[in-house]
């Protein structure tokens, strides 16, 4: 990793043969095993909360906000504590949805308000002057705010506006309505963006240019668009980097920013090994059903919806009558499940969390206690049971230790669990109707007492839950919610 | 024939060779000689048991041509009046042709004469299933009538059974059937869930339960049924243990499903069996109760080796009739024949045909002799042999054959289609693999544990012997097992071929101590080493049949046999690089030895259920 961070740098300065290069020689280099990129996957989160906070420290007004190269030495010097984890990924420019889509993954982020640093002007000072431009994108007659919308906006600006003044807080702008337009993963639009710079303009002419950042807000807007494009997952193609070229030419850092993301956006992209979809249903059983699978490894269990919403109106979890319920087991759970003795209780525990994407939702489980080691029933092979060959060799002499690879590794074992569930309501009275759901599948249930033990849950959490398992996030909130993660991740780390 | 497959392994077992040595010592009289040893067991130690497989067993001059009489109206018969073509449309066999068989004596070939059978021996049994072969429907039904459904009744029926039930089978007026397999059930013996309980009065057992894809399961009115039974055990619990039945069509409560369609072997009868509240007499059970397994495994073991013979025929057939076209078919003004690459497709069909034809009788012959042998091993290795070598053969042919192969009309879809069969059926030849090498590994093992514990120990000794023999074998010495030479048993003009198939017997026993030193008794979970151990013994195993059939048929002066030591050895040296291959692939961080990777792909593949990669046209976003 460290090698290639030289690489690309040399690259940069050698001006640019770097992104193919790069982009292909390096892949082997990647092969993780699954745990391995879980174990990535959580440290770029990590780094990428790092990275948020920092500059939320450093506020925005800080010239090198995500400024390419002097960051990695920041965020290592500021890092509370340098874990060699971190050290694996330098990068804060990173896809969103490697982190976000992993089981419990915490990194939710309201991709509005701190991905975009504000444009230097507004803090300084003029509160008229914070949205010059703020009328172009109020001019929607019928009130729909569309792609057609936002690209008549933006024509507007370059049409009335020949000689491109306050462009970049114009971009600024734009860049802050996406989302509300609901372009926020267009790449087009982003092309349209960069457009609207002056070409050749901002080109460094000579050596010093290129040395000492060559016009800075202008490099900075258009990283930020960049970066931008990142949070979202947005692939940049030729368009953008011949934009880019003749906008700042190629020896800039919004180039440099644009390869990198070239090199990384490939490596990342992908990295989850449980992907979550971009979109998630609106429906609640839908979301559960989603959620069941992403949780249950074994591919042949059964989802089944024990009750389904009163009615399409009523889907809040408010309603205590009739809130869904969805459950999941697979057929070895059932026969785990008939194979449990009576005599022993499970139970039912919850709720837990889990984030899918920007969504988070609980579920419960029906687990046993581990048998204790003295009344586990040691599997014994028949003595007639394969009509064709031996099951066992009858030698007095087992593996050279030669030959045993298997690591000593410490296992904990935890007790089996039976099933899961994804309920609209935490209470009792609702998954007492799972367990009666799950009887007629697995009758030894019935003859099994059951016990509960809900946790309460967190009030905070639950609470802001209870609105996004429905309701699309509304900025405040998501606001609140990324700081509701930051502490719960810095509880988790420490 | 009633010894062959018989394989002790437990104190159950021995009780069953009793019953065994008994039925057989009516027929053979004569029998002085201890048990002897099985050749392919002591290739694992590195020993070649001459006196087996040496000189290749013959039949006197009356045998053959008591048999030659025999076989001619046969032969006349399956290519005269059998239409294969029609049998295979029709998916049944015509009644007139079901009547002839019977007239012909089929139904009882291995019926001893006094049950009015045949009573043929192993080898007169391989040769006529040379012929039957001809029509693979009419082979698998009397192979599901005789060679398994009523051998049972052959190996493990009292007296009474046995005069009750052979006259009417062997006649062909009763039609057997075996009936093991059950939906949840194929090789495992321990998810059997036919259950016959006993009645009240203790005089009939009723059977519950139904069996899938049982060979002649809508003409049968004999079963071999092997069900579920309580058994009280020496320590006085009650175990669910399987027990064989012979149980009648008229016992009542049997019913049959409509037949299968099958992708081959189509004229044959192939369909589910249900039993509801059969009653069936306690006399019918066949064995001990509880005893079932035992005579399961007795029954499959015994029924394999014919198959080496029946795909031989019908190799011999199919080469005929493609040489005919490669002869007369003229592409730019030449005969395909003339052209290397079908050249080579007949070659190694006639050197299909030829092993697995050396094999097959090398093994009968042994089965027939004097003693108790047990073949098990060879005639798994015959089984996986000719089979796979079948379906290999036949699709060069239809390769040859070029379109008209493909073609409905002309009988070589057929062959390939029914061919299919041949490496699942009888167990699946995976199963059987493991069932060479581990039966194999075990014979070795218990030879080789005292040596195996003093090398664990670190006996000073032990330790220099085997190195000293590590250190002579590296530096190429020349194996002699005593093949060739002045009194050696193969011809000098194989004598090369012999070299290499001691050379290869060496190096395997040395590879097996390894193996066993590696992995002990852990090896059964080793599936990907236990499969080139199982190959390289089917290997070696050929390659002694061919040597030692070629050398008689010098010594005896056959016609061609110029032509057979060609054959002999083509193969030993194919045979050779090939174990030299598996061989090293068998040693410790081996670079030919992909097993982990092979590993993982399938580990990803089977986790995902599906194809793992992306496409080839995808971009990252």
């Known amino acids: 990793m460290r090698l290639l961070r030289l690489r690309e740098v040399k690259a940069f300065f050698q001006g640019h043969a770097a992104s193919h290069q790069l982009g292909w020689n390096w892949i082997p280099r990647l092969s993780l095993s699954p745990k391995g990129l879980k174990i990535l996957a959580a440290s770029l989160s990590c780094c990428r909360w790092l990275s948020d906070r920092q500059r939320h420290e450093l506020g925005p007004s800080h010239p090198a906000g995500p400024g390419p190269l002097s960051g990695l030495g920041r965020y290592l010097q500021h890092c509370p504590h340098r874990s060699p984890l971190l050290s694996v990924v330098l990068y804060p420019q990173v896809t969103p949805q490697a982190p976000r889509g992993l089981h419990c993954s915490t990194a939710a982020h309201n991709p509005d308000s701190p991905l975009v640093p504000r444009p230097p002007e507004p803090q300084r000072g003029l509160v008229k002057a914070l949205a010059p431009h703020e009328e172009l994108f109020r001019q929607a007659p019928d009130g729909v705010r569309d792609k057609a919308s936002f690209v008549q906006a933006v024509q507007n600006f370059t049409q009335y506006n020949v000689h491109k003044r306050g462009h970049v807080d114009f971009i600024y702008l734009a860049l802050r309505k996406m989302r509300e337009y609901g372009v926020e993963r267009d790449l087009a639009i982003y092309n349209l963006l960069l457009d609207i710079f002056p070409k050749e303009v901002f080109r460094p002419r000579n050596i010093f240019h290129s040395i000492f950042l060559h016009y800075p807000r202008q490099q900075e807007c258009g990283i930020a668009v960049l970066e931008q494009m990142e949070n979202h997952g947005v692939m940049p193609n030729k368009e953008t980097e011949f934009l880019l070229t003749q906008i700042f030419g190629r020896k800039s850092y919004p180039m440099l920013k644009f390869v990198r993301m070239k090199l990384w956006f490939t490596r990342f992209k992908n990295i989850n090994p449980f992907p979550v979809p971009r979109d998630l249903p609106q429906d609640p059983v839908d979301l559960a059903r989603l959620a069941l699978r992403h949780m249950e490894p074994d591919l042949s269990a059964r989802v089944t919806v024990y009750q389904m919403p009163l009615s399409k109106d009523s889907t809040d979890a408010t309603d205590p009558t009739e809130p869904h319920i969805v459950g999941i087991q697979s057929p070895d759970q059932q026969a785990a499940l008939a194979h449990h003795d009576p005599a022993r209780p499970i139970f039912v525990e919850g709720p837990f969390s889990l984030w899918l994407r920007d969504k988070c939702v609980y579920y419960h489980i029906l687990r046993a206690d581990l048998l204790p080691p003295e009344e586990r029933e040691v599997e014994e092979i028949p003595e007639e049971w394969n009509l064709y060959y031996p099951m066992q060799l009858d030698l007095a002499y087992g593996r050279s230790s030669w030959d045993d690879y298997e690591f000593n590794i410490d296992e904990v074992e935890e007790g089996p669990v039976f099933a899961i569930c994804m309920a609209g309501a935490h209470d009792q009275a609702t998954l007492a109707k799972w367990i009666q759901g799950l009887q007629e599948t697995n009758p030894t249930l019935a003859r099994i007492p059951v016990v509960f033990r809900l946790s309460a849950s967190s009030g905070e959490l639950l609470a802001s839950s209870s609105g996004l398992e429905e309701t699309p996030l509304t900025p405040p909130e998501g606001r609140e919610e990324e700081e509701n993660n930051q502490q719960r991740q810095q509880q988790s780390q420490s | ?621």
């Open chain 2, 1 to 621: 024939m009633s010894g062959c497959g018989l394989f002790l392994r437990s104190a159950a077992a021995a009780r069953l060779g009793r019953a065994l040595v008994a039925f057989t010592a009516s027929r053979r009289p004569l029998r002085t000689s201890p048990p002897s040893q099985a050749f392919a067991k002591e290739l694992f130690l590195g020993k070649i048991e001459k006196k087996e497989v040496f000189p290749f067993p013959e039949v006197s001059q009356d045998e053959l041509n008591e048999i030659n009489q025999f076989v001619g109206p046969v032969e006349k018969f399956f290519t005269e009046e059998v239409d294969s073509q029609k049998i295979d449309r029709e998916g049944k066999i015509p009644n007139e042709t079901l009547e002839k068989l019977k007239s012909l004596g089929l139904f009882g070939m291995q019926v001893p004469e006094e049950y009015g059978g045949l009573g043929l021996s192993n080898t007169m049994y391989a040769r006529l299933g040379e012929i039957i072969s001809l029509d693979c429907s009419i082979a698998v039904t009397l192979a599901a009538h005789q060679a398994i459904g009523l051998k049972g009744i052959i190996l493990a029926g009292s007296e009474e059974q046995k005069a009750r039930y052979l006259p009417k089978l062997a006649s062909g007026e009763h039609v057997a059937a075996f009936c093991l397999t059950e939906p949840a059930s194929g090789s495992d013996a321990a998810s059997i869930r036919t259950r016959a309980t006993l009645s009240e009065d203790k005089k009939h057992y009723v059977l519950n339960g139904s069996k899938v894809w049982i060979t002649n399961g809508g003409l049968a009115s004999v079963f071999t049924v092997f069900a579920k039974t309580e058994v009280v055990d020496s320590n006085g619990s009650v175990k669910d243990k399987v027990t064989a039945f012979i149980v009648e069509r008229d016992f009542g409560g049997i019913t049959s499903g409509k037949p299968e369609d099958k992708l081959g072997i189509r004229g044959s009868n192939t369909c589910e069996v249900h039993f509801e509240n059969t009653r069936v007499p306690v006399e019918n059970v066949l064995g001990e109760v509880g005893g079932g397994f035992k005579v399961a495994m007795n029954i499959l073991n015994s029924g394999r080796f014919s198959m080496g013979s029946a795909v031989a025929g019908m190799l011999k057939k199919l080469i005929e009739m493609t040489a005919e076209y490669a002869c007369t078919r003229k592409q730019f003004n030449r005969n395909l024949s003339e052209f290397g690459l079908i050249q080579e497709k007949f070659a190694l069909m006639a050197q299909k045909a030829y092993v697995m034809e050396s094999m097959a009788y090398l093994t009968a012959g042994m089965l027939d002799q004097p003693g108790f042998p047990d073949c098990s091993i060879e005639a798994a290795m015959v089984k996986v042999f000719s089979s796979e070598a079948a379906w290999q053969c036949v699709s060069e042919a239809l390769q040859v054959l070029g379109g008209s192969g493909y073609m409905r009309d002309y009988p070589y879809e057929r062959i390939l289609r029914d061919s299919r069969i041949l490496l699942i059926f009888e167990g699946t030849n995976e199963i059987l693999r493991m069932y060479i090498a581990l039966t194999g590994l075990q014979h070795a093992g218990r030879i080789l544990t005292a040596r195996v514990k003093q090398l664990k120990q670190g006996n000073v000794t032990t330790i220099m012997e085997t190195v000293s023999q590590r250190v002579r074998d590296s530096l190429g010495r020349t194996v002699d097992l005593g093949l060739t030479g002045k009194l050696g048993a193969v011809h000098p003009s194989m004598e090369d071929s012999a070299h290499k198939l001691e050379q290869n017997v060496h190096y395997f026993s040395r590879t097996v101590e390894t193996l066993l030193l590696r992995f002990g008794k852990t090896i059964v979970e080793e599936q990907l080493v236990l499969k080139r151990v199982a190959n390289i013994l089917i290997n070696l195993y050929g390659m002694t049949a061919v040597l030692s059939r070629a050398s008689r048929s010098i010594r005896v002066g056959l016609q061609n046999h110029d032509h057979e030591v060609l054959l002999a050895n083509i193969f030993c040296t194919e045979a050779y690089y090939q174990n030299l291959f598996a061989l090293s692939q068998l040693d410790k961080y081996s670079p030919e030895n992909l097993d982990e990777l092979i590993k993982k792909v399938s580990q990803q593949v089977l986790e995902k259920r599906a194809y793992v990669c992306a496409h080839p046209l995808d971009w990252t976003s």
